[in-house]
């Protein structure tokens, strides 16, 4: 079973940017679909962005696309989301998801059996 961490948040003013990471361990991560979910206060978890296990394929939120970035480095067995133009409404803990086996992508919750901790991520007005 894989273990997943992310790390990179914090505090950026709207328009900044951040990248966050998330190290994988027990599995190398390229034998996952992997995907980034958020959670704001009081909201459910959302859709940020998903990665195919091939890596070649890519799907983001409307709210995030043009600005987000998913990319894995399979050397560092390690998925990141790279984010540009930062906006307040962005704000939420962020949490990297591996997919069950066999799920080629998926944008939906129920599809990823391996979540990380999280990393709040405060985008300042």
């Known amino acids: 079973q894989v273990q997943l961490g992310e790390s990179g948040g914090g505090l950026v003013q709207a328009g900044g940017s951040l990248r966050l990471s998330c190290a994988a361990s027990?599995?190398?991560?390229?034998?996952?679909?992997m995907g980034w979910f958020r959670q704001a206060p009081g909201k459910e978890r959302e859709f940020v962005a998903a990665l195919t296990k091939s890596g070649t394929g890519t799907y983001y939120a409307d709210s995030v696309k043009g600005r987000f970035t998913i990319a894995r480095d399979n050397a560092k067995n390690t998925v990141y989301l790279q984010m540009n133009s930062l906006k307040p409404e962005d704000t939420a803990v962020y949490h990297c998801?591996?997919?069950?086996?066999?799920?080629?992508?998926?944008?939906?919750?129920?599809?990823?059996?391996?979540w990380g901790q999280g990393t709040q991520v405060t985008v300042s007005s």
């Open positions: 998801a591996a997919a069950r086996l066999g799920v080629a992508m998926s944008i939906n919750v129920g599809s990823y059996d391996v």
């Open positions: 027990g599995r190398t991560v390229s034998s996952y679909a």
